[in-house]
């Protein structure tokens, strides 16, 4: 077999796209920059031109963050303008969209109106843009870090064919505590918390998976108040927000979620009600993490403006 080592320049070169300046407060998801590379990465990864339009941006990647961005209002233009600032993007047309950004310093980035009047187009730099094109091997490396560290593993599959990415293995760098799935297994008996499903084949747990509740690629602990047993539908509604808790445990589904037959069979008709409870003296999924879910997953309805 060949050497499989990372370089240091192949390190670095992660590092650069894993330290991205992500604006935060608190506790709040923002993988906006994430997306958009991972959106222009596929695309290197397909042969296409370096240069991004905009207005394709605009479509395909505010699509994106609707789909796997936080609940809240999102936009692509602020991850096209700021990207800028950590070396990996440039615009060609910077200098007509930074005039509109000097006449109002109080703005953030240009306006929606002047990005779209001037054509504009976006990228990764044409040096780094050649390196990767002849490392399909590393560009594949760099989208599972990516996803590895901005979305917990049941989002990689769908975001990797949503941005129509060839094949990557995402492997996790930040080992979870091998412990927490047969601990969060057994206090919930082996059965889901919202349905009750408890297969087995043989004697081993047929889709019946630990969920975390504050996610693990967000911080949260592997401990029995951030976990809840699952079946594996349920786990992946609880990760992409079609469903959570209140802080009594009673079952919330998202208004988002289109009321088809499966809908209302697997998930809707579940509103209202209490989970099961783990065993006696286990405790129940604890307030600030189901907090934290209802603000940064759960697709709640549009707040009124």
């Given at each position: 077999?060949?050497?499989?080592?990372?370089?240091?320049?192949?390190?670095?070169?992660?590092?650069?796209?894993?330290?991205?300046?992500?604006?935060?407060?608190?506790?709040?998801?923002?993988?906006?920059?994430?997306?958009?590379?991972?959106?222009?990465?596929?695309?290197?990864?397909?042969?296409?031109?370096?240069?991004?339009?905009?207005?394709?941006?605009?479509?395909?990647?505010?699509?994106?963050?609707?789909?796997?961005?936080?609940?809240?209002?999102?936009?692509?233009?602020y991850p096209f303008w700021h990207l800028q600032s950590d070396g990996l993007w440039e615009i060609p047309e910077r200098a007509t969209l930074q005039a509109d950004l000097d006449e109002a310093p109080h703005r953030h980035n240009p306006r929606l109106t002047v990005i779209r009047a001037?054509?504009?187009?976006?990228?990764?730099?044409q040096d780094l843009y050649q390196e990767l094109r002849a490392r399909p091997d590393l560009v594949n490396r760099i989208a599972a870090r990516l996803l590895e560290d901005h979305w917990e593993p049941s989002f990689h599959d769908d975001i990797l064919d949503a941005i129509g990415m060839p094949y990557v293995q995402v492997t996790r760098r930040r080992p979870r505590d091998p412990a927490f799935r047969d601990t969060i297994l057994r206090i919930y008996q082996h059965r889901c918390a919202v349905c009750g499903y408890d297969a087995?084949?043989?004697?081993?747990?047929?889709g019946i998976e630990a969920a975390h509740i504050h996610w693990h690629s967000h911080g949260g602990p592997d401990t029995e108040e951030n976990g809840l047993a699952l079946c594996a539908n349920h786990h992946k509604a609880f990760d992409r927000g079609a469903l959570s808790l209140d802080n009594d445990h009673h079952l919330l589904i998202s208004q988002h979620l289109r009321d088809t037959e499966g809908a209302r069979d697997w998930l809707i008709r579940f509103a209202g009600e209490p989970i099961r409870d783990p065993q006696p003296g286990c405790p129940r999924p604890a307030a600030h993490h189901l907090d934290w879910h209802r603000s940064e997953v759960f697709r709640q309805p549009a707040r009124q403006r």
């Open positions: 077999m060949g050497d499989t080592r990372v370089t240091t320049t192949d390190a670095e070169l992660l590092d650069r796209f894993a330290d991205l300046n992500i604006w935060r407060r608190g506790d709040e998801r923002a993988p906006h920059k994430p997306l958009l590379l991972l959106h222009a990465l596929a695309a290197l990864q397909r042969g296409e031109a370096r240069l991004i339009p905009f207005a394709r941006i605009e479509e395909e990647v505010g699509k994106l963050l609707s789909e796997f961005g936080p609940p809240r209002a999102t936009r692509p233009e001037a054509d504009a187009h976006g990228g990764l730099p087995l084949l043989g004697t081993t747990d047929l």
